[in-house]
C-alpha cells in the first residue's frame, strides 16, 4: 500500500514549455485534489475530482488541465509553463468528502 | 465556508503538553474542524477532525467549544518531531479545503 505516489519529486521546465505532473494513490479513494504551495504560503486548490470522469476547478486554476480517466490516476498538466508556476505541488487523496485527505510528497517545479 | 485564525507561531518545551488554538467565530452548523499538520516541506498529514463533541485519536486531542466558535488541538506530550506548521480549516464538504498560513510549533528541547 503505497498511498499516494507522485512522480517526478524535481522538475525544471523552460517557460512555454509542457508538461504532466503524475498522481496515482492504490486506496481506492474517489475523491482527489491537486494543490499547489508558494513560498511561506498555505495550501491552494487548483482542481479536484470526486470521481473517475469527473473534475471541477479549484481557487487556482488557470493554467492547468486536469482529467481523471481511472479511480487511481489524476494527472495535471501544464499547458505552456510560466516562471508564476514555479511552486511545490501536491496531490491529495481521500475515500469521501469529509474523511481527512491523505497527501503525496511532492513536486517541486521551477520554471525558469 | 468559514475563515479560521491561528497564532502565527508558537513554542513548547519537549514533553509538556501543547495546546493550538483555533478561532472559528463565523463557523456554520454543517461545517467541521479539521488539523492538518506539515512537517517541513513534506505534505500535509491528517491529524483530527469534529464537529463539536471534543475528539481524541492516537496522534492528538480536538476541544471545541459548545458555541463552536473556537477549538484546541492538544498534542498532549509533544516531541521534538511534532514541530510543523498547523493548519486548522472549517470545511463543510465541499470539496474545496481553504488552508490558511496555519501555526508554526517549535517543539524545545
Known amino acids: 500500500n503505497a498511498g499516494v505516489t507522485q512522480t517526478p519529486k524535481f522538475q525544471v521546465l523552460k517557460t512555454g514549455q509542457s508538461m504532466t505532473l503524475q498522481c496515482a494513490q492504490d486506496m481506492n479513494h474517489e475523491y482527489m485534489s491537486w494543490y499547489r504551495q508558494d513560498p511561506g504560503m498555505g495550501l491552494r486548490l487548483i482542481h479536484y475530482s470526486v470521481g473517475a470522469g469527473i473534475t471541477d476547478q479549484g481557487e487556482v486554476p488557470n493554467g492547468y488541465n486536469v482529467s481523471r480517466s481511472t479511480t487511481e490516476d489524476f494527472p495535471l498538466r501544464l499547458l505552456s509553463a510560466a516562471p508564476s508556476q514555479t511552486s511545490v505541488y501536491f496531490c491529495?487523496?481521500?475515500?469521501?468528502?469529509?474523511?481527512?485527505?491523505?497527501f503525496g510528497s511532492g513536486t517541486r517545479l521551477t520554471v525558469v | 465556508d468559514a475563515k479560521t485564525t491561528q497564532p502565527t507561531s508558537m513554542d513548547c518545551a519537549e514533553g509538556r503538553a501543547a495546546n493550538l488554538p483555533c478561532n472559528h467565530s463565523t463557523i456554520s452548523g454543517n461545517e467541521y474542524v479539521y488539523w492538518y499538520r506539515q512537517i517541513h516541506s513534506q505534505g500535509p498529514q491528517y491529524i483530527i477532525h469534529?464537529?463539536?463533541n471534543n475528539e481524541t485519536n492516537e496522534m492528538a486531542s480536538l476541544i471545541i467549544t459548545e458555541d463552536r466558535k473556537s477549538s484546541t488541538l492538544i498534542l498532549p506530550h509533544a516531541t521534538l518531531r511534532d514541530t510543523a506548521v498547523y493548519y486548522c480549516?472549517?470545511?463543510?464538504?465541499?470539496?474545496?479545503?481553504?488552508f490558511g498560513t496555519g501555526t508554526r510549533l517549535k517543539v524545545l528541547a
Open positions: 491529495a487523496s481521500s475515500p469521501t468528502a469529509r474523511q481527512g485527505y491523505t
Open positions: 469534529g464537529l463539536k
Open positions: 480549516i472549517a470545511y463543510s464538504g465541499t470539496y474545496k479545503y481553504i
